[in-house]
């Protein structure tokens, strides 16, 4: 049986099925969607239009250097040759690093598939250029690796959160200024990157049989006296 029709042959009108509120819904969050981009967007055209030749070079070296997350397994290597806490820090977080990397190539980017910028519309400066990767945009898998790294091994090692942390900053930021990222791709590869960090967490803090976690390995301190 067909659906009751008006005169210009549509089925609009108090016949027609209730699709409820939620078109209105789909509605209201495409046109928020759709300002977020804006605001990405112009974000970006800002970053790209600021000339800043004193920092061009060196966030172009800190991208190059962040690739397969090479100042991660750098900084890991230090710490592993560095006492029992700071290994447990680094093999932490380095598993952090893989989960974040899975999830952002894996996952994220095969999901979302958004285009890289145009970074030649934008006019962003040769002098900051770097390879245009082939991968989808979004989310940041540089942000996301080196964010799960820094925060990792933040809460293993305190010593380390605050300058981990900036120099995870500064690989986003330069993602940005080099031209191959949205800001939005660097604030959802954070979070997957903090995600990723409290997943290797409890991993690693789990109970494992014949195994003891970096939790209960760690040393514990007696109590002081009355």
């Given at each position: 049986?067909?659906?009751?029709?008006?005169?210009?042959?549509?089925?609009?009108?108090?016949?027609?099925?209730?699709?409820?509120?939620a078109r209105p819904r789909r509605?209201?969050?495409?046109?928020?969607?759709?300002?977020?981009?804006?605001?990405?967007?112009?974000?970006?055209?800002?970053?790209?239009?600021?000339?800043?030749?004193?920092?061009?070079?060196?966030?172009?070296?800190?991208?190059?250097a962040a690739d397969h997350s090479?100042?991660?397994?750098?900084i890991a290597a230090v710490l592993a040759l560095s006492g029992a806490r700071p290994r447990?820090?680094?093999?932490?977080?380095?598993?952090?690093?893989?989960?974040?990397?899975?999830?952002a190539n894996v996952l994220g980017k095969r999901l979302?598939?958004?285009?890289?910028?145009?970074?030649?519309?934008a006019r962003v400066t040769v002098d900051r250029h770097v390879p245009m990767p082939a991968s989808a945009s979004f989310p940041s898998g540089h942000t996301a690796s080196a964010v799960a790294f820094a925060t990792a091994v933040?809460?293993?090692?305190?010593?380390?959160?605050?300058?981990?942390?900036?120099?995870?900053?500064?690989?986003g930021y330069a993602r940005v200024h080099v031209?191959?990222?949205y800001p939005g791709d660097v604030a959802a590869g954070a979070v997957l990157g903090i995600a990723s960090a409290a997943a290797a967490?409890?991993?690693?803090?789990?109970?494992v049989p014949g195994v003891r976690s970096f939790r209960s390995a760690a040393p514990v301190s007696s109590p002081a006296p009355g």
């Open positions: 049986m067909t659906e009751p029709t008006n005169a210009d042959g549509d089925t609009s009108g108090p016949l027609a099925p209730d699709t409820g509120p509605r209201a969050l495409t046109a928020v969607l759709g300002d977020l981009r804006a605001v990405d967007g112009a974000l970006y055209a800002a970053v790209a239009a600021t000339s800043t030749p004193t920092l061009d070079r060196t966030l172009r070296r800190l991208s190059h090479k100042v991660s397994l750098a447990r820090a680094a093999l932490v977080g380095m598993g952090a690093v893989a989960v974040a990397s899975a999830s979302v598939r958004r285009a890289r910028p145009d970074r030649e519309a933040g809460v293993v090692l305190p010593a380390a959160a605050v300058p981990l942390g900036a120099l995870a900053s500064a690989v031209g191959v990222h967490l409890a991993a690693a803090a789990a109970p």
